[in-house]
C-alpha cells in the first residue's frame, strides 16, 4: 500500500478521483446519468433568433414557416430558467431520432421518442399534401405569369398597330396635299403601293419617285396618266405599249404618243384623240398615219403647223392652200381680239 501511494503514483490517484467526484454528481442530480443543461453549464440551452430574423430549424438550417408541419420536442427545462422551445421540422427532427446513434434532443441532448408509425404515417401524409398544395400554387402562379406576359405582348403588339396606322395616316395626308413628297419618303416607303397610289393620285408626276416595281403596275400607272398624261414617260416599257393607258395618257396631253411603242403609234384610233388634243403629236405617228388624211386633217385643224409633219403636204398647191388656211385663222384670230 505504502508503495502504492508513493509520489509517483499521486497525480493518477488524483486525476480518478476528480473523474469520480464528478460522476457522483452527475448521478446525484436526479436526471440519470446526465442532467438536462441549465442556464449555467456549458451547453447552450437552444438558439435565440433575434426578433427579426425568422426561426430556422438547427437540422436542416432551413426557414421554418407557419404553413409547414413543425414539432416540439418535450425537454426539460432547469428550475428558475424560461421555457425555450424546441422546435424543428417534423420531417428532420424524426429522421434525426430513427438514424442518431442516440435518440436524443440535438439542441440539449435530452431523450426523446421518434413519432409513432401511425403518426408518421400521417405525417407524410400531411407532408404530402402539402407538397402537393404548393406544386398547385406554383403551377397557378406560373399560368397567372403565362397570362400576363400574353396579355402584355397583346398590348405591345396593339401599341406597335396603333403607332404604324397613325404614322401612315400622317403619311398619307401629306401626300395628298402634295404627291411630290414621295421623294423624301424611304425606299421602303415608296415601295408601298398604298403610298404610291395617293400620291400619283394628286399629282401623276410623282410616279418618277415610285419603285421601279410599282411603275410596272397597270393600276397605279393609270391613276397616274388620268391625272396627268406626261407621268406616261415614268410607266415601264410594257405599259407604254398597253393601248388602254397610251389612250388615257393622249387624252390629257397628245404629245406623250412620244412615248408609246412603235405599234401603238401605228394605231389610228390612239394616234386621231392624240392629234385632236394637241396636232404637233402627228410627228410621233407612224409614217401610214402620217399619210393618211382623215388623221392629218384633225391635226391641222387644232395646230396649223401640224401640216409640215404630214406626208401628204409636200407638192407646192398644197401648201399654198395650207398656207392660206393659216392666214385665215390668224385673220379671224385677230378679228376676235
Known amino acids: ?7 509517483q503514483n499521486c ?24 442532467a438536462a443543461p441549465d442556464a449555467h453549464s456549458g451547453v447552450q440551452a437552444a438558439p435565440q433568433a433575434s426578433p ?34 424546441h422546435r424543428f421540422h417534423a420531417a428532420c427532427v424524426h429522421r434525426w431520432l430513427v438514424e442518431a446513434p442516440t435518440a436524443a434532443c440535438p439542441i440539449c441532448f435530452a431523450t426523446a421518442d421518434p413519432l409513432p408509425a401511425a403518426e408518421d404515417a400521417e405525417r407524410q401524409e400531411a407532408q404530402q399534401r402539402i407538397r402537393a398544395e404548393r406544386l398547385r400554387r406554383a403551377a397557378g402562379e406560373a399560368h397567372v405569369a403565362s397570362l400576363r ?25 401629306r401626300l395628298r396635299q402634295d404627291g411630290m413628297q414621295l421623294a423624301n419618303l424611304d425606299p421602303e416607303q415608296r415601295a408601298d403601293e398604298m403610298f404610291v397610289t395617293e400620291a400619283v393620285t394628286e399629282n401623276g408626276l410623282a410616279l418618277q ?25 415614268y410607266a415601264s416599257a410594257e405599259l407604254c405599249a398597253d ?12 404629245m406623250v404618243l412620244q412615248y408609246a411603242s412603235a405599234q401603238v403609234r401605228n ?14 403629236a402627228l410627228q410621233y405617228a407612224s409614217a401610214s398615219l402620217r399619210a393618211d388624211p382623215f388623221t392629218v386633217y384633225l391635226a391641222v385643224r387644232q395646230n396649223a403647223d401640224a401640216g409640215c409633219f404630214s406626208l401628204i403636204l409636200q407638192d407646192s398647191f398644197l401648201k399654198r392652200r395650207l398656207q392660206s388656211v393659216k392666214d385665215f385663222v390668224a385673220c379671224k384670230r385677230r378679228r376676235l381680239e
Open 209 to 233: 419617285h415610285a419603285a421601279e416595281a410599282l411603275r410596272g403596275n397597270r393600276r397605279i400607272v393609270h391613276w397616274a396618266v388620268m391625272q396627268n398624261g406626261m407621268a406616261l414617260q
Open 243 to 254: 393601248e388602254d393607258i397610251v389612250f388615257s395618257a393622249v387624252l390629257d396631253h397628245g
Open 1 to 7: 500500500m505504502a508503495n502504492f501511494l508513493s509520489r
Open 11 to 34: 497525480p493518477v490517484l488524483l486525476l480518478v478521483a476528480t473523474l469520480l467526484l464528478g460522476l457522483a454528481e452527475a448521478v446525484t442530480s436526479g436526471n440519470g446519468f446526465m
Open 149 to 173: 406576359q400574353i396579355v402584355q405582348n397583346a398590348i405591345d403588339t396593339y401599341r406597335e398597330e396603333a403607332l404604324r396606322r397613325l404614322r401612315e395616316a400622317q403619311l398619307r395626308e
Open 52 to 85: 427579426n430574423e425568422p426561426e430556422r430549424c438547427v437540422i436542416c438550417q432551413e426557414e421554418m414557416r407557419n404553413d409547414e408541419e413543425l414539432r416540439e420536442l418535450p425537454c426539460p427545462t432547469p428550475p428558475g430558467a424560461e421555457r425555450v422551445p
Open 267 to 280: 394605231n389610228s384610233f390612239i394616234v386621231r384623240a392624240a392629234v385632236d388634243n394637241d396636232g404637233l
